[in-house]
């Protein structure tokens, strides 16, 4: 029996769980999670016999150290910042790991002693990262088979609400993490290459630097850049590449609302508010408005949203912005976290709402003399909140590739991306037969 290992039973890891266990039996394997709430465990492994509830600290060296000696393969669902420390681990013990986080410079850098040692160390095997990886390879590797020369390269993804549960004027509710949601795009200056040219969008200008794209059948969505395009050069292999861009999708609308916030200065998370367990939402906006005895709160925040180019105050008055009957009771709390509250009261998924994730990828290519243009799309849509699209999209490729791990399919070795046909061929073939399905339009241009 084979056994796998798996740290940290959130959001993410439910679709995982459920795949995995699907095969244990077929496949002869032991599936045992960890974290810290042994009562989620026991209701994501519902009972299987093939499945070991655990409850332990896994940040902890001494405490994780036992099972990963056991382990087979360990899959870490655990904040990306852990990694590291769990790699090494596995390492020293010679275990084949998965994450589907992005290659940190600390991972990066065990990449010579992960190759000698003869393991897999699989990382950036979620959605995205992950899929988006894949699918795009797929395209790529398939236009530089026919002598083609690919000459730009747009690529955008977003969670969002299925139409059937799309009922707030955000047209967003919380699938995933929300403090990254309330982060986005902060950290460092944007980056991408247009027709040769440089291009740089400090956080302050994302939300209003937008591209319009239209999926078929869902309607109108907006992107806004990624922190950074340039470095998938190399990782496509598309070094000399005039265009490259990637984006998070948003509906129409929602970016130049959030413009307001980022503005104003409310997803600031780099200082503490005086006495913040005091305030209501009313006077945490007010705090970031002009003082003028002259106009009340609502006017003010019009008067701000007017000059962003915002006439809708809709969208912020049903967040319950300008409330002032309870408080938000978050003490030492940021900008960001006070924000956060609020909109975690509001963007919440209801029992029967479902999710999407979308995921648009366009390719310019010339191709014995003429230009040609490929569109490759992919919506997926929730279950349920626990098994969401998110969910589906991040666990459905890691499970899969922990199986072709567990028998022997991947020859590669080292700190790994799945970029190779060997690895995204047979995810990509077995997501289509699960739901995950891309779609593609070519034409000549």
């Not at 095969?23 to 492994?45: F, G």
Request: charged share 25%.
């Amino acid at each position: 029996m084979k056994r796998i290992l798996l740290l940290g039973a959130g959001l993410s890891a439910s679709t995982l769980i459920r795949y995995l266990l699907g095969h244990a039996e077929a496949y002869n394997w032991q599936l045992r999670v960890v974290d810290q709430s042994l009562d989620l465990v026991k209701s994501k492994l519902a009972g299987h016999p093939c499945g070991v509830a655990l409850s332990f600290n896994a940040l902890d060296r001494n405490e994780r150290w036992e099972e990963l000696k056991h382990a087979d393969l360990v899959i870490s669902m655990l904040p990306a910042r852990f990694h590291p420390e769990v790699a090494k681990d596995c390492l020293e013990l010679k275990k084949n790991l998965i994450t589907p986080s992005y290659v940190s410079p600390e991972m990066k850098e065990l990449g010579a002693w992960v190759r000698d040692a003869g393991l897999i160390f699989m990382n950036e095997i979620g959605v995205d990262p992950g899929i988006d990886h894949m699918s795009a390879m797929r395209v790529i590797d398939s236009i530089k088979s026919q002598g083609g020369t690919i000459s730009g390269f747009k690529s955008y993804c977003g969670g969002l609400m299925a139409p059937e549960s799309d009922t707030n004027p955000w047209n967003y509710k919380f699938t995933w993490n929300p403090r990254n949601v309330i982060l986005a795009a902060q950290g460092g200056t944007a980056r991408y290459i247009d027709q040769h040219q440089y291009k740089y969008i400090p956080y302050t200008q994302v939300f209003s630097r937008l591209d319009e794209i239209v999926v078929d059948g869902y309607g109108e969505f907006e992107g806004y850049a990624n922190r950074d395009s340039l470095s998938y050069r190399a990782i496509y292999g598309l070094e000399d590449i005039p265009t490259m861009y990637r984006a998070t999708l948003r509906k129409s609308g929602f970016c130049q609302a959030w413009n307001v916030f980022v503005q104003l200065g409310l997803t600031d998370d780099s200082f503490v508010l005086q006495h913040s367990e005091n305030l209501t939402p009313r006077t945490f906006v007010n705090a970031f408005l002009p003082f003028d005895e002259s106009l009340s709160v609502e006017e003010k925040w019009k008067k701000a949203c007017e000059q962003l180019g915002v006439t809708d105050m809709y969208r912020f008055e049903w967040l319950g912005l300008f409330d002032s009957s309870e408080k938000i009771g978050l003490k030492d709390a940021t900008p960001a976290q006070i924000l956060e509250k609020i909109l975690a009261e509001k963007w919440v998924l209801e029992p029967e709402d479902k999710d999407m994730l979308v995921m648009v990828h366009q390719f310019s290519y010339l191709l014995e003399g003429k230009q040609h243009f490929i569109e490759s799309s992919m919506v997926n849509i929730g279950d349920d909140p626990v098994h969401t699209a998110m969910s589906k999209t991040v666990g459905y490729p890691v499970g899969i590739c922990a199986k072709l791990i567990l028998e022997g399919k991947i020859s590669q070795r080292g700190v790994l991306l799945p970029t190779k046909p060997e690895i995204y061929n047979p995810i990509l073939e077995e997501l289509e037969t699960l739901g995950v399905v891309f779609h593609e339009l070519e034409k000549m241009i």
